[in-house]
Structures are given as structure tokens and as C-alpha cells.
């Protein structure tokens, strides 16, 4: 069974200042409740908060900040929890700051293409809103409840990423509340109050608060870019019988820079939910598919760039690659071009066959070490039972890529779980080695991580974080400093 978090200590003295700061009903130490934000569906062990709040303003969270800066005690922040890497658990226990209540939309600048949200407004909020004005943000393969604003300032990823790049890099302004409980903002709503629009040309202080896994301030409210949605849609679809062969169809492709989105997933991936334990693929079905969406505003930029993916496929067949063009199952297209989705995009859906555990090496890696990668990794999931259900996606053309495996294992055995933990940091070791970098880090990657980091970055990560949190109470220990 799922490990039961041990008790801490709660002192009713903090609770009452919680509740005079917060609010009455926004402020508790029952067990119940604290034990609803212990855990995730991930391998990372449950942890029991002291307490937990909800913040509804700003003027709040400063005042929790100051209080808890002065007592020393460590502040989580929280918003939909749906992340699969154990950022939300509280390594020392300590206050669970909960953000969802903010979740007001507060500007939709549809000739700027920007908006301005809470950290509480989700995905599926958010889309609806911007489809008013018949605009659209990169929607992640995730849940709609997801927090907008948390997988911006984790860089997360979306479904305009081979375009657009990462969601982080939409990020246009911030607002946010510093662990000694100062409020801040960078970009240029630091300058002009109702200006929202970019972080440049002034210093790029907004890297001081993202991806650091809440580890340095609040964002209390953010400026996103937002883009049209173009009226004509095409995916393209096919398969490949090994790595090689869809590794060298997605460089030619990307090399033309006409996809918003261009990944491939295994066919253990493709399965929903994700065979648990490994099951062999048939001998006759290709091992990988991509998806390749475009988006067009006429018709004649449409059939454009069904030219250059018509040209593409004739050059790899001439290669004597293994492509076959395909016909992606219409519930999948709609997963893939309907974002944000409940269809295949929910982790729940993925882990079905398991016991409600899912956790990834996910990792930002050079797309030419792919294949390199994936067949290690197949290798070592495969001897640990588990399925290779790996994901790679193109960003920002052939920039940069993501390539990720979602593994599923039954959480109700601690021997199960243990297994899948060190098949996915031996996964994530592999890709180090390659250069790829894991994002959105568990504890266990972060230590992996600061062994191969140059002195010089440690120290200064050490620096900043001592600089903005002098007494070490945002979200400590996920850092693995």
C-alpha cells in the first residue's frame, strides 16, 4: 500500500495566526486535509504539510510571507497539483500554500496578443476565454484543470512549442511576492503599471522566478503571449519501424519550420492506457508514430505546406527509410488538436493498467541524440518490466527538442514503485550523459543534476537563492543544493 506520511508537529499558536492572516475558513492544520496535498502520482514519497492555507489576494500572501520568513517556517505553493514530479510535496513540512482561488483572467489584450492572468487560472478557463477573441495559448497534453501559470514558470511544454518555443518563453511580465514578503514586478509592468507586453528590453529578472520550482517568490500574476488561431488545419501522420528512421523524418520536416507541433510517440506510448507491466509489441505494428500539426490562414498557405511535407516524405522513402504514411486514429487527432483535452491528455488515463503511479524522466534533449538515447532506454526499462513509452517532440524548429518517457507502475507496492524510481533515474542518468537536461525535476534528479554541474553555476543558484530567500523557506530542498 501507498506509504502513510509520518506526523509532524503542529503548533496551535501558528495555526491561529494563520487563520487571523488568511481567514477563518481559508486557514487549517486538520490531518485530513493536510494529507490531500501529501502526495502525488508520482515515486517521490508523501510528506505530511503542518498546515494549510488559501490564499484569495496578494496583500495576504505578503503577510504570510513576513510571518512565516520570521518564524522560520517553510511555504509551499501550490495551485492544481497535477504535476508528476513531486514539486508540490513539502520536503520539511511547513505551510501549504494553496493558490487556486485566484483565478481571475485579468486582462485579454487581443491586439497585443497578450493576457494577464492568477496563478489559479487553468488551462481549460483560459481557453475559453481566449477563443472569445479567437485566440489560443500552447495548451500542454494535460489535464484542463492544469495551472497556466505554473507550467510557464516551469517550462512547460505545449502544442506550440515547434513554433513558439516553451511556454516560458511566452512569458511577457510578472508579479510576485519574495519570501520576505515584498512585492516585486519585472518586465515592463515595472515600469508602466497597465503594461504587460514584454520583458525586453529591460534586464530578464523574470529568470529569477522561473524554473526554480518555487524556490524563489510567488508569481502572484503573469503576463503570457497569446496568438490568432489560423482557420485551416492539417496534421500529418506516419509511422516508422525503428528510432533512426523517425529521427531523420522529423529533422527534414522541422527543417522548414512549418509545424506548430511535430512529435513522435511509441507504440507503448500510443497505447491508452500504457501497458503495465511491459508488454511486447506486435511484430507487425511500426514501433513509432508522429503527428505533425500545421496551421494555415487561406487555403493556398495550406496546400503550401502539404507541398513541403509531400516533398519530405518522397525524399525519405528514397532514403529507404521504413516511412509509411498513416491515418491517426480521429479520437487522437482530436487529443492532439482540441487542447487543452480529456481525451488521451489526463496522466490518469495513461496509468489505467497500473496502480495510480506515474512518474517520467522528462528532459530537454539534443533531438540528434535521440535514438542514441531511446535505445539504452528501451533496453534498461524493458529488463525492469516496464514499458519504453517514449515521447519526442521538435521545439522551436530543430533548436532544441523533448524527449521523455511516461512511466506507469503500481503505487500500491512499495517494491513496484521502487523499481520504476531507479529505472527512472538510471533512464535519467543516460540522458545527462548525452547532454539532455531533466525538467521539471524531482529531488532524485536534481542530486544527479548538481553532480555534473560546473562549480561556478552551483554557487551562483547558491547566491540567488540566498540573496531572494535569506532564511531558506520556499519550497526547501527541491533544489538538491
Not at 520570521?70 to 513539502?90: D, H, R
Amino acid at each position: 500500500m501507498t506509504e502513510i506520511p509520518k506526523e509532524s508537529k503542529v503548533d496551535p499558536r501558528i495555526t491561529k495566526k494563520l487563520r487571523e492572516i488568511m481567514g477563518e475558513k481559508n486557514a487549517t492544520a486538520a490531518k485530513h486535509i493536510r494529507y490531500a496535498y501529501s502526495y502525488d502520482m508520482s515515486f517521490v514519497k508523501p510528506k505530511l504539510p503542518d498546515y494549510v492555507v488559501m490564499a484569495e489576494t496578494v496583500e495576504q500572501i505578503q503577510e504570510l510571507m513576513r510571518f512565516a520568513n520570521l518564524e522560520k517556517i517553510p511555504v509551499i505553493p501550490y495551485t492544481a497539483g497535477t504535476n508528476i514530479g513531486g514539486l508540490c510535496i513539502p520536503e520539511r513540512g511547513g505551510i501549504l500554500l494553496d493558490l487556486k482561488k485566484m483565478n481571475k483572467i485579468i486582462k485579454i489584450d487581443p491586439e497585443s496578443h497578450y493576457a494577464v492572468i492568477e496563478p489559479g487560472v487553468s488551462h481549460g478557463q483560459l481557453a475559453e476565454a481566449l477563443y472569445a477573441h479567437k485566440l489560443r495559448f500552447g495548451w500542454p497534453v494535460g489535464p484542463p484543470s492544469a495551472s497556466v501559470s505554473s507550467c510557464a514558470i516551469n517550462h512547460g511544454i505545449g502544442g506550440l512549442n515547434a513554433r513558439y518555443g516553451l511556454n516560458s518563453q511566452e512569458i511577457t511580465s510578472m508579479e510576485v511576492v519574495l519570501p520576505t514578503g515584498e512585492l516585486v514586478r519585472v518586465g515592463s509592468c515595472a515600469i508602466v503599471e497597465d503594461a504587460w507586453h514584454s520583458t525586453l528590453p529591460l534586464p530578464k529578472l523574470d529568470g529569477l522566478f522561473k524554473g526554480w520550482l518555487g524556490g524563489t517568490g510567488i508569481v502572484t500574476k503573469l503576463g503570457i503571449g497569446v496568438h490568432p488561431i489560423p482557420p485551416f488545419l492539417k496534421v500529418f501522420t506516419v509511422s516508422c519501424d525503428n528510432v533512426e528512421d523517425m529521427y531523420s523524418y522529423m529533422l527534414n520536416l522541422s527543417n522548414y519550420e512549418i509545424c506548430d507541433d511535430l512529435t513522435a510517440v511509441s507504440w507503448w506510448l500510443a497505447q491508452v492506457p500504457i501497458p503495465y507491466p511491459y508488454r511486447e509489441k506486435p511484430d507487425e505494428a511500426p514501433e513509432w508514430f508522429s503527428f505533425a500539426n500545421t496551421n494555415s490562414f487561406t487555403q493556398k498557405e495550406k496546400e503550401a505546406r502539404e507541398e513541403i511535407w509531400e516533398m519530405v516524405v518522397d525524399e525519405e522513402k528514397k532514403k529507404g527509410t521504413s516511412l509509411k504514411v498513416t491515418q491517426y486514429p480521429e479520437e487522437a487527432l482530436r487529443a492532439r488538436t482540441q487542447l487543452p483535452s480529456q481525451i488521451v491528455g489526463s496522466t490518469k488515463n495513461y496509468c489505467k493498467m497500473a496502480g495510480a503511479g506515474i512518474s517520467w524522466p522528462g528532459t530537454f534533449t539534443p533531438a540528434n541524440k535521440w535514438a542514441p538515447v531511446y535505445t539504452e532506454w528501451k533496453k534498461l526499462l524493458i529488463g525492469h518490466n516496464l514499458s519504453p513509452s517514449v515521447r519526442m517532440s521538435m521545439y522551436r524548429g530543430v533548436h532544441y527538442g523533448m524527449l521523455r518517457a511516461m512511466i506507469p507502475f503500481n503505487k500500491q507496492s512499495a517494491d513496484e514503485t521502487e523499481n520504476a524510481r531507479r529505472a527512472i533515474v538510471e533512464c535519467l542518468k543516460i540522458d545527462l550523459d548525452h547532454g539532455g537536461i531533466p525538467y521539471k525535476p524531482p529531488v532524485d534528479f536534481g542530486q544527479e543534476i548538481n553532480k555534473r554541474a560546473h562549480p561556478g553555476y552551483l554557487m551562483l543558484l547558491r547566491r540567488v537563492k540566498q540573496m531572494l530567500d535569506p532564511n531558506d523557506i520556499m519550497n526547501p530542498g527541491k533544489l538538491a543544493l
